[in-house]
């Protein structure tokens, strides 16, 4: 069996695991919501009826540009977080994680934000194709 934790890793090793993969999951997450909105916008703009949709394209548009400044900060953090490598003392460490932990609800709460809108796209989408 793989484990992801081996008995041999230190808990600062443990640490830039959890971290390394938490910002390859945003990274990857962001990638996509941006060719999702690319796709939404010019799905909901293709429609015959697409004033209907112009409330939903302006609140894509808006999402497009979130997601742009955050992955334009997630960059920022990948250098910054680098930063965690070179602790050498516990009060070091501790202004890292707490960066972390704050990036990740600022990210979090953007994705869970995104998939309400994503899930409204998809209930318009249907409800209109449905008619």
Do not use: P
Request: with cysteine.
């Amino acid at each position: 069996m793989n484990e992801f934790v081996n008995k041999h890793h230190f808990k600062d090793d443990i640490e830039g695991q959890f971290i390394n993969n938490d910002i390859l999951l945003w990274r990857e997450e962001l990638t996509c919501i941006n060719a999702e909105i690319i796709f939404f916008k010019k799905l909901l703009k293709s429609k015959k009826d697409n004033k209907v949709y112009a409330k939903l394209i302006k609140k894509l548009e808006e999402k497009e540009r979130q997601n742009r400044n955050l992955f334009d900060n997630l960059i920022v953090y990948i250098r910054k977080i680098d930063g965690l490598k070179e602790c050498e003392d516990i009060d070091c460490e501790t202004y890292y994680l707490n960066d972390h932990i704050n990036f990740k609800k600022d990210i979090e709460s953007f994705l869970y934000q995104y998939k309400k809108l994503k899930r409204i796209t998809y209930l318009k989408l249907n409800k209109r194709d449905t008619l």
